[in-house]
């Protein structure tokens, strides 16, 4: 639902015409909670397209999912695609991804390219809270593989070779 629809439905809703719809899920947000992406930075340039995320929380604790405790959430991270809808489970796929063991830090492999990263905080049963708690979305660049981000360099390649023979 785009933001205009978004705008006009809760303008119905303040005027009486209409229920509201479900559009979060049914676990309270705790007040002033946060989530943001510690690492990268919107726009960093990443040889290679491996690093470590780091997902940062404010206000509102990490707990694995299935684990039912008040102020508490587990990370997704939304890669190259759009926030799901807020009242069901996150998907599950490339696209989403779930640290249901409460993780704050994850490996990630991009190939080249731009890309986008954002966070998602789900609830023990993987749904967003009411309001959801999500970062801002960042862009980061993959540039095109070189001989600097192949796995092995050459250098190090002609390191290796045997010695030659005296
Ligand atoms: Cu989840």
Known sequence: MGRHSLRLLAALCTAGFMTAPALAGDTPAPPDAQVYIIWPKDGRVIPGGKFWLRMGAKQVGIAP?????????????????????????????????????????????????????????????????????????ITVIVPPATAETLPVPRAEQSAQAPAPRR
């Open 65 to 137: 999912a299935g684990t039912k405790k008040p102020n508490t959430g587990h990370h997704h991270v939304i890669i190259d695609a759009e926030l799901p809808p807020f009242d069901e489970e996150i998907p599950n796929n490339r696209h989403y991804r779930h640290f249901g063991g409460g993780q704050t830090e994850a490996r990630i492999e991009l190939p080249p390219g731009r890309h986008t990263i954002q966070l998602l905080m789900g609830d023990h049963d993987h749904i967003p809270h009411d309001p959801p708690l999500y970062s801002d979305r």
